[in-house]
């Protein structure tokens, strides 16, 4: 296992103002996340998951503690370099889809190589390798309004992975899609995990994710409950 | 995809509502070029309607002639000043003229009254108003001793016809009192009573001989020009001639500071009219840009969350506007070109409501409703309206770009 984490929590807290009332969403959270972790946060919904993973992302900054991500300390960053780091360093999936509709599946792919000024014959081959391990290799021209939910979140994995990032943060990935949609896309994604090394860091309840995870963070009001990994013959 | 051809495909998302907001815009267009074309037409049309009444675009005058107009007040070696005028670019036509007031009297009455001498060989409808209007008889010759041109309204109080008789009475350049009998050989209507109930026209030279003036002395030249915007710049111009340099020289809304207050005071209400008409655009587009920026504040969201910069999604924004803008304005010269072709060439005849001699400002009002447009009014509509279309885009486009990812992805 790598010494140096891509994701470092410590003593991380966040809280909310709800009206008058203080909400404690993460209490003193510190946790390492390694290189090559296929990780899941698993708890109730209202636990803290999607909160942790806002707080890794760089979308929501902690009222205590620090967050580093492939070793840049969030907190000292402004709008502009956590942009920067999540345009460079992180890949997100979200539990709906969240494709831009006027873009083909192909340019959805592309959206954030083009942030990054990627050089267009690259860009193309990258787009074109990575929708075909995604599953979606004659489907570069759909339209998410023409594409299954299955299809739309597999365009959404492939923005995800297409610029290399150091992490893959997966909010509910599997929450809109039937189960055996979900298998598949698990099944994807673990790939991507073995063959190309990519770290995935879920927040899920759903059983198929927990099966698939090789690392399960149980989170219980703000706090992590547990943390344990699994033999690779434990995984389903 | 690069984000300009990003905001162009989502302009076309809720085509409807980019239509209508486009419309609007055009529409301002419409009412812009209306409101301006309208205006240069009408003000270009009043002051070459007032220059022609005697002073010109420009007027060359003894110095101290403005406030105090007698006729002790002369220029010398007019032809002097009059070739070297003429020959300066945009000039159209640089006439003498001796202006003064008089008494004139017939067998019946005696009414106060301004008479203005001119040239027949060198004035004549184009350059001169009242033979424009000459309405009976017609302009004396050039040696006539005794012809003079009289408003119908005058000639109508002293009760003249054509043919008839009648004595001014006036000071000469020397102070003394002189009288001469005319004839009246001409008659000439306006339309602006004033004017028509106390002007005459009388030959030049039988006037310098009866005020003591010289052939080669006048009152005044009344310097047209082809363009009236560029009377300032000729005002220089012929300031800086060797033979005009002991007198004054005026442009036309110094000589006419009644008919330059009357313009600048309608432009300032056109000013506002289209001011307003701006304002209820921008107000279309800032409300439809706001909706649109609403309702995809999740998209916009997830985008910053995979990298998209605050800056980059406020460029965006505004190049969302700038197409909305840029379709606008195409769509409003689509359908501003034929009524704008309509008013220049044709015009809509407003004399049954106003009558055929409605004045504003001192001069005659063309009763037909045309249009024209100076290159630089092109330039400002288009102009105000892009900037007025990209300003109602900036306070969306600020929002969508302050606003942290994480509030926009808690949108549905």
Known sequence: MNSSPIVRLEHVQKTYIQGKIEVHAINDVSLD??????????????????????????????????VWVDGVDLASLSRSELSEVRKNRIGFVFQAYNLIPV???????????????????????????TLKAVGLQGLEQRRPDEMSGGQQQRVAIARAIVTRPAIVLADEPTANVDSETAKS???????LNKQQGITFLFSTHDQHVMDKARRIIQVHDGRIESDSAKSDSAVS | MKLNQLAFRNIFRRKRRTLITASSVAFGVLLSVTFTGTGDYTYTHMIDAGAKMGMGHVTVEPVGYQNSP???KKLQHIDKMLDEIRNLDNVSDAVPRIMGQAMFASANKSIGGVFIAVNPNIENAKNNLFIQSLSEGKLFSANSKHGIVVGYKLAHKLRLKLGKKLVYTTTDASGEIISRIARVKGMFKTGVDTIDASMVLLPLAATQQALGYSSNQASLIAVLIHDQRKADDMRDKIASLHSTQNYEELSWHEAQPDLAGVIAMDKSMNYISQFLVGLIIAAGILNTMLMSVLERKHEFGMMMAVGLSPQA?????????????LLGLTLGIVITAPWFYFLYYHGIDLSSGFGDDFTYGGVLIDPLFKARLFPESIVFILGSVFSLAMLAGAYPAWKAGRTPPIESLKTI
């Open chain 2, 313 to 325: 999604l406020f460029k965006l924004v505004m190049v969302e506007s700038f197409w909305l803008a």
């Open chain 1, 103 to 129: 873009m083909t599946a192909y340019e959805n792919a592309a959206f954030v190589l083009d942030l990054q000024d990627v050089e267009e014959k690259e860009k193309h081959q990258r787009v074109m390798d």
């Open chain 1, 185 to 191: 896309l698990l099944n994807m994604m673990a790939n």
């Open chain 1, 33 to 66: 996340i390694q290189a090559g972790d296929f990780a899941a946060l698993c708890g109730p919904s209202g636990s803290g998951k999607t909160s942790l993973l806002n707080l890794i992302g760089g979308l929501d900054v902690p009222s205590a503690g620090k």
């Open chain 2, 70 to 72: 007698t006729l002790n």
